[in-house]
């Protein structure tokens, strides 16, 4: 009766609440508006029901105590709450405790939804073929989370029932880092080859793991060009969060428009720095198609910082049918390509419990390079160099007979890059690096080069020779450069058959922008993608040619940094892709050295110079401040040149810069004047004439040597910037300690100080 009674009431309490808000609304049609109104009512009363429910902060100490021991070592303890589903992992060296989510969540200013997220211990994003539509779901909120203890290890199964995909995660400790892992081919996807079936496009795992609240201080460590800091609370809110791609986009969904020109982010890695504690995470599997996310407080309405892997299973790609103005999403259909991934938990202290930095996030990754994925820790005792990049020829379009013709135009011959070698070697250049782009005939022609085959155009075999042998002669590295990844039909590789095929079943063409108007510049034709596949036989001829013509040294261009897939019956993911580039540069390291060009951290352990490292990030605003990661990580390990500082607006600061961040001094240099660079493709160097930078090269070169020579072989243990920005201290690991003033233009080391002007004269300054 009591029941019965309870129910009446509320009948008549909820009738007489719509006769107060007119009868008509109880029969209106209009249902999406009562829906609307229903749901902002729901949400309303969840807003009060969490103010109600708010209570005071849980503390670490409480949280703590349900925690179940899962394993531990002399360094580390993993910790796991079945109840909330939450993983701890505590460094015993302080004490730290780095949780999988925050455990205060009550105290957030989320609201329910987003708190569900911030609970969460996975996100799953998941593609509807059929409605060309992506929908994500959080495991605390739209799914089921199962785990538990088996053995050592924590075991996890996400279950998503609406979309009917089902994710096992294993998590685990190691001697110094906890390993989430997880196989591809175990996770269940329900009908994916129908029409109606649901497909998994991305998953982020523990995205809060280690999150900052409002009080902490600290920030991340973005390896984002040179590298970047990102500091917890820094007020900016109204600004876009930080997604970057590892290795760049895959570049087989062509854009239409050019796209915003930034840095790229070359190491699968990235820090959190709080106090005397730091961790640093790196993506060991899955790398190629990792993104790392982060955000601030009250950037999702938050009161926390965080960052986090992102891995895209499946690409996608966009297309325009006829009469539409927006693209139509596409997905790649078939399995799962990508076999594992595997994410690392490296807790970082020092023995005395002092404030950890970045420069210890380095450090820490240095040695996994090193260790763990045989970098090799050269002898570089007194090295420096002197980087050029020279470029030999181009296509240019002229007039014969009244017809335009495409015809190969010289631009920097064998013999006067020979002369401008000379040149600087006569003044007192003793140490060189050469990158020698468009030496090939098929190159220049914009085909795929497989031989060794020097232009006739820049003076032929015997020229090569020649310049070749005053290299060799002069401590001075040359490289002839092939660069295989963009291609008109010739030489036994055609279009048809050696393109990439994008995920909308398209061939990969790769138009040229129009500086100005960012649109396809139509005075140039589209050039083919090579595809992944054709690889092995095209630089497996180059390698086995200039072993054939006794040419040791090896560099391929944007394949050190540029990575993509094949999407058409080749199958061939990003994965699959960066294990092809290896087994290339595997094979040219064997024979010879190998020059790569600004290399992805996969790359680093087969190479043995380093060219056009950036000295900045992409400046995105949520930025606080540049750092030179990149520089720390291979200082002392590998060497490695800045961009050309003479391509820089400042070519003082650049300069400094580059010497600030312990960086051998690059240049860019051809052999013609700007006007005859004119309508080709070499026209962006059009700085590069060498009679103009011959001084400047060759008195930056004395600097660089005279200020980092005593600490080549060293790390770098501290990088610091005075807070008006204006003076860089970097201490290396021997105790050499450079110091340089961008507003003075001079750099103290070891009790002497060096002026800028006295290298490369004072009229250069400030142009």
Not at 622 to 642: E, N, R
Not at 703 to 730: F, H, K, M, Q, R
């Amino acid at each position: 009766m009591h029941s019965k009674l309870k129910k009446s009431l509320a009948f008549l309490l909820c009738f007489s609440m719509l006769l107060t808000t007119g009868a008509a609304s109880v029969f209106c049609e209009d249902a999406p508006e009562e829906e609307a109104a229903a749901s902002e009512e729901a949400e309303s009363s969840d807003d009060k029901e969490d103010k109600e429910e708010e209570k005071a902060p849980r503390t670490e100490e409480e949280a703590f105590e349900l925690m179940e021991e899962v394993d531990s070592n002399e360094n580390l303890k993993l910790y796991m709450n079945t109840k909330e589903n939450t993983i701890m992992l505590e460094d015993l060296k302080t004490g730290e405790k780095w949780w999988s989510n925050p455990v205060d969540l009550q105290t957030s200013n989320a609201k329910k939804g987003q708190k569900d997220e911030l609970a969460s211990g996975m996100t799953l994003t998941y593609a509807s073929p059929a409605d060309r539509a992506t929908t994500i779901l959080n495991s605390k909120g739209k799914g089921k989370t199962k785990m538990k203890k088996s053995g050592k290890n924590i075991e996890i199964t996400y279950t998503f029932s609406d979309p009917g995909i089902t994710v096992p995660v294993t998590i685990s400790l190691e001697k110094d880092y906890m390993k989430l892992y997880v196989d591809t081919s175990a996770i269940v996807e329900e009908n994916p080859s129908t029409v109606s079936g649901k497909l998994t496009s991305d998953l982020a795992f523990m995205t809060t793991f280690g999150a900052a609240g409002l009080e902490e201080e600290g920030y991340f460590v973005i390896p984002d060009g040179s590298g970047a800091i990102i500091n917890f609370n820094n007020g900016k809110t109204g600004l876009k969060t930080y997604a970057g791609k590892v290795y760049g986009r895959d570049i087989t969904a062509v854009k239409t428009q050019k796209q915003a020109t930034t840095q790229k982010v070359n190491l699968p890695m990235y820090g959190i720095v709080k106090g005397n504690s730091a961790m640093m995470v790196v993506a060991d599997k899955g790398d190629t198609c990792a993104t790392i996310n982060s955000y601030v407080s009250n950037q999702n309405n938050t009161d926390y910082n965080s960052t986090y892997f992102d891995f895209e299973l499946r690409t996608q790609d966009e297309y325009l049918m006829g009469g539409e103005s927006s693209p139509l999403k596409v997905f790649e259909k078939r399995g799962i390509l990508i076999p594992e991934i595997e994410l690392r938990y490296y807790p970082i202290s020092k023995d005395d419990q002092s404030e950890v930095d970045y420069t210890d996030i380095a450090e820490r990754y240095r040695d996994y390079l090193v260790n763990e994925k045989g970098v090799e820790d050269k002898d570089l005792t007194d090295k420096n160099s002197l980087y050029l990049d020279i470029y030999g020829a181009t296509l240019k379009k002229e007039s014969i007979a009244g017809l335009p013709v495409t015809v190969k135009q010289p631009v920097t011959t064998f013999a006067t890059t020979k002369y401008i070698l000379e040149c600087l070697n006569g003044m007192g250049v003793d140490d060189m690096v050469v990158a020698y782009n468009n030496y090939n005939d098929d190159n220049i022609g914009e085909k795929i080069a497989d031989s060794f085959n020097p232009s006739s155009k820049l003076g032929g075999k015997s020229k090569y020779n020649a310049l070749s042998e005053y290299a060799s002669a002069n401590n001075i590295a040359l490289f002839p450069v092939v660069d295989n990844q963009q291609f008109k039909t010739g030489n036994g590789y055609w279009n048809m058959t050696n393109t990439s095929i994008r995920v909308s079943n398209a061939y990969a063409q790769i138009p040229v922008f129009d500086l100005a108007h960012g649109i396809e510049n139509k005075y140039y034709k589209s050039l083919s993608l090579f595809t992944p596949a054709s690889y092995d036989r095209a630089f497996g001829k180059l390698i086995k040619s200039y072993n054939k013509k006794n040419v040791t040294n090896f560099s391929f261009g944007s394949l050190s940094n540029t990575i993509y897939g094949d999407y058409g019956k080749k199958a061939v993911s990003r994965e699959n892709a960066k294990g092809i580039v290896q087994g290339i540069y595997s094979s040219a390291k064997q024979t010879g050295s190998v020059l790569s060009d600004n290399p992805a951290a996969y790359v680093l352990p087969y190479t043995d110079y380093i060219t056009n490292v950036p000295l900045c990030s992409s400046k995105f605003d949520i930025f606080d401040a540049d750092i030179p990661l990149y520089q720390m990580v291979l200082h002392g390990v590998t060497p490695y040149s800045c961009t050309a500082v003479n391509g820089d607006a400042d070519l003082d600061i650049a300069s400094l810069m580059a010497i600030a961040s312990g960086s051998n001094i690059g240049f860019d240099m051809v052999g013609t004047e700007a006007s005859e660079l004119k309508d080709t493709k070499l026209d962006k160097y059009f700085y590069g004439y060498y009679a103009n930078w011959v001084n400047e090269a060759a008195g930056l070169y004395r600097l660089a040597d005279d200020v980092l020579s005593p600490a080549a072989d060293s790390s770098i243990v501290s990088y610091t910037v005075s807070e008006d920005e204006n003076e860089i201290t970097t201490v290396y690991d021997n105790g050499y300690t450079t110091v340089v003033d961008l507003d003075a233009r001079t750099i103290k080391a070891d009790g002497k100080t060096y002026k800028l002007t006295d290298y490369i004269g004072e009229e250069v300054i400030g142009e």
